[in-house]
Nanobody
Framework: QVQLVESGGGLVQAGDSLRLSCAAS?????????????MAWFRQAQGKEREFVAAISWNGGNTDYADSVKDRFTISRDNAKKMVYLQMNSLKPEDTSVYYC?????????????????WGQGTQVTVSS
């Protein structure tokens, strides 16, 4: 069974920081094969479409961010632990969303939701003003 499990969400105040984690498991995400996947974070606010937040290539050599989070959020990964992280600083009320971890093979298509093969269940982040 393939799983991506997010954690680290919560209720914080504007200006605070949070670190989200995504743990990969299952036959598709062995210690070797996990490093062949590009990973990303998306978010979906209530009543809105799911949107791209950040992505990281298989070896961490390339990252990409939505303009709305650039310079505030940092994506990273630890292939040995099969983990992906999203460090979120200077949080704003508009960052309030459910955050999802996702995996895809083709880095070039990272902003296309349809290209992602696996998704986690999401973790809620709520930022109060």
């Amino acid at each position: 069974q393939v799983q991506l499990v997010e954690s680290g969400g919560g209720l914080v105040q504007a200006g605070d920081s949070l670190r989200l984690s995504c743990a990969a498991s299952g036959r598709t995400f062995t210690r070797y094969s996990f490093s062949t996947w590009s990973m990303a974070w998306f978010r979906q606010a209530q009543g809105k479409e799911r949107e791209f937040v950040a992505a990281i290539s298989w070896n961490g050599g390339n990252t990409d961010y939505a303009d709305s989070v650039k310079d505030r959020f940092t994506i990273s990964r630890d292939n040995a632990k099969k983990m992906v992280y999203l460090q979120m600083n200077s949080l704003k009320p508009e960052d309030t969303s459910v955050y999802y971890c996702a995996a895809l093979k083709l880095w070039a298509r990272r902003e296309r939701i349809s290209e992602y093969d696996y998704w986690g269940q999401g973790t809620q982040v709520t930022v109060s003003s």
